[in-house]
């Protein structure tokens, strides 16, 4: 499976981190707006019946992965 980093930066301040379900509602708006639809629905159902798949994880700070307690 191909491993796909994003970076982006902010234009104004955060009060909290980005968690995985932001990113991913950022990422279905952005997929909505430059194919489609139609394209985002088809999308979203090939991840429902697990035709293909895709995890997301919330931001981390400049590449700095929290350790386990």
Do not use: R
């Amino acid at each position: 499976m191909k491993t796909y980093q994003l970076k982006w930066t902010l234009k104004s301040a955060l009060s909290t981190e980005p968690e995985s379900d932001t990113i991913f509602g950022h990422f279905c708006w952005t997929y909505l707006y430059l194919k489609g639809e139609k394209a985002l629905t088809d999308f979203l159902h090939s991840i429902k019946i697990k035709e293909k798949a895709m995890e997301m994880s919330h931001a981390f700070l400049d590449q700095n992965i929290p350790v386990p307690k």
